[in-house]
Structures are given as C-alpha cells and as structure tokens.
C-alpha cells in the first residue's frame, strides 16, 4: 500500500476552523489527517457549529486549553501539544492564521522535529500592538512552507528573510465563500431578524485592542448614537460584551435602537448577513476579504490592514476609531471600481495539496 503523508492540523478559534475546512477535504484522501483543537474557543457558537455546517469531522484531540491570558494560553497549548507530538510519527504540521493556537501549533511542532507549514503566511498589519501581528511574524520564522495568499505577502516574507519556502498559493476565502454561499442559501437568517436585504449594516468588533480601549468603546456607541437612521445588526462576540459591561457601557449600547444586538452567528448565518448587508463595518481581519468576494463596501476600524489589496481596489475604506470618520462613510461613501481577482482563482486548496501531499 501506498504511504501516505502522516498530516496533523493545529486549530483552536473560529477563523482556523474555516480555513480548515477546504484543506481538509483537499487533503483527506491522499493522506492520513489528524485535527487538533486546542479549545481555544469553546462556546457552541464558537466552535462546534463550525464542525458541523462544514461537516468537518469530530478533532481526533481536544487540548480543553480555555480562556486565559495570552500566556496561559499559548503556554498550557505548547505544553499540551508536545505531549502529543512527541509521541506521534507525523511528517508536517499545517497551522492556519494567526491566533494564538497557530502561533502554539508551530512552536510545538517545530521544537519536536516536525515540519511546519503556515497558510495565510506573510500578512503584515505593521502594527505591533495587536496580538495577530506578533503571532504572524512568529509563525512565519518558524514555518518550513509558507503558503502566501497575495503577491504583498511574499514581499513581507522576502523581506523578512524566513527560513522556509515561500509559495503564493492565493487566498482560501475564495472557495470558503463560494461554498459558503450554496450552503447559505438555506439560511433563514433574514426572516429570522426580520431584515430586508440591503437595509442594514453588519457590525462586527472583536479585536483586543478596540475592545480593550474604553475611548474605542465609546467613539463606535457614538457612531451608533448619531447614526440612529440607519440599522446596524451587531453579532456581539463574548469578549465584546464582557468588556462593555466591565466599562458600564453596555448599558448605553443598549439605548441605541437601530442597533440589533444578536449572539455570535454560524458561518453559513454570517455569511447570508454579510452578502446582504448594505455595508460592513468591522475590525476583523477574514471579513475584510469575504465581503470583497461579497461585493459589499467593508469600513474597517483599524488604523491598517493586513489586507491591503482590498483597499487598494477601493472596497475598504480605513476609517481608525474615528467617530466622524464612520459615521460620513457609514452614510455616504460608496466604491465606485470593479471586483477583480485579487485574491486568487479559487484553486488555493489543490495547489497547496499538490505541495504536501
Ligand atoms: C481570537 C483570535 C483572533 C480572532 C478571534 C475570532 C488570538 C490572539 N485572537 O480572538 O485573531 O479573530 O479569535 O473570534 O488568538 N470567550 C468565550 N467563549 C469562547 C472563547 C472566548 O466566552 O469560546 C471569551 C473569553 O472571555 C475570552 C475572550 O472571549 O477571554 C477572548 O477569547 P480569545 O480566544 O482569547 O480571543 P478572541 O478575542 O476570541
């Protein structure tokens, strides 16, 4: 019998599961796949409603690792993902993005003697303050393949001087989205909240350092405050919402009624909303792109991107944490260029396939 190439996936936070999905199914048949979940995310909405709408199978190991600070948890997975490796005969580790779990799987491996292959590798936020960034540049200088999704990212690589073999495969997001939008299809999410389609914006803010800063806070519930014409439907992550209340914000938040509050949604929910949605505003890094693919203007409240392809095309506007700044684009601003192939052709799965296996 043939042997096939003994592959561990590392994943533990909502945006490795996505990217999980299609190499798993490029992968599965033409080697032996193990995943990994660190347990980075936990909650239902999390994590688990992602294994199932993209029929992923059950991880073979779950590391329960939980909240902590960034320490606690990139340290406890580290530890716990040695203890794995070390008694496995696998040949690579594949790890995705850049969370906390990416950056742990890489480290762990590397330091077991196994090769280490980063997709989405050479972004670059050139901002230090935000914990991705770090993990990015760690990851990368630890990775033996890199898989860039962008021509951007193979000159941060090159510039870098990493170690590994840098490839540009394209962007994943283009076959998460095309199939994310047949599976949507079926989502009543609209009638659900009661939503016409284009009459709402979709907000999203997770990043630590928006949540984190109470000025941040206070300049987006602002925005909402002034944009009170508008509906703005706000999937709340945890973290979000457990600071608003620490700063006594939520309170405020919740005086502001053109904005539906809703629990984290599911990919396939999410993406229905987005493709939807008037606009995006959102300091994600993933929804940047996806709502390129989506064709629906993305106003980002960061002061850069690690996305800048998208900008560059004229469908995302950075607008920082500035009140004035988001409300005028919220209200009036629309892009007035074409869609066009930034991200690659959709076969990113397959290329990096044919690289591993
Ligand atoms: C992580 C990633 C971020 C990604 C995001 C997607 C890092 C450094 N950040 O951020 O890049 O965009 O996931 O969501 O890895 N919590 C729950 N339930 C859960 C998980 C978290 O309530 O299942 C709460 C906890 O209070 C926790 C907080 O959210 O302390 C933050 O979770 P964490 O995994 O540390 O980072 P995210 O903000 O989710």
Known sequence: MENKAKIASVVGARPNFVKLYPIHNAIRNYS???????????????????????????????LNVGSGTQAFQIG????????????????LVIVYGDTNSTLAGAFSAMRSGIKVAHVEAGLRSFDRRMPEEINRILTDNLS???????????????????????FNTGDLSVEIINHAIKLSS????????????????????????????????????HAFELLSEIKIVFPIH???????????????????????????LGYL??????????????????????????????????????WIETVDAGWNL??????????????????????????????????IKDLLC
């Open 186 to 221: 079926k989502s009543k999410i609209l009638d659900h909240l009661e939503l016409e389609p284009k009459s709402y914006i979709l907000f999203t803010m997770h990043r630590a350092e928006n949540t984190d800063s109470k000025d941040s806070l206070i300049a987006i519930i």
């Open 32 to 62: 032996e796949h193990t995943i990994i979940h660190t347990g980075q995310h936990y909650d239902y909405e999390l994590s688990e409603t992602f294994f199932k709408e993209f029929d992923l199978p059950k991880p073979h190991y779950n």
């Open 76 to 91: 406890e997975m580290i530890k716990r993902l040695e203890a794995i490796f070390l008694k496995s005969d696998f040949d």
């Open 318 to 351: 950075i607008t920082g944490m500035h009140t004035n700044k988001i409300v005028k684009a919220a209200r009036n601003w629309i892009p007035t260029t074409k869609i066009k192939p930034i991200l690659g052709d959709g076969r990113t799965s397959t290329i």
């Open 269 to 306: 929910d999410f993406v229905k909303l987005m493709k939807n949605a008037n606009k995006v505003i959102t300091d994600s890094g993933g929804i940047q792109k996806e709502s390129y693919l989506l064709a629906v203007p993305c106003i980002t409240i960061r002061n850069n991107t690690e």
């Open 144 to 166: 033996d393949y890199l898989f860039a999704p962008t021509e951007t990212a193979v000159r941060n690589l090159k510039n870098e001087h990493v170690y590994g073999k840098i």
């Open 238 to 264: 945890p973290r979000t919402k457990k600071v608003l209340k620490e700063k006594n914000l939520y309170e405020r938040l919740l005086k502001c009624k053109n904005v539906k509050l809703i629990k984290p």
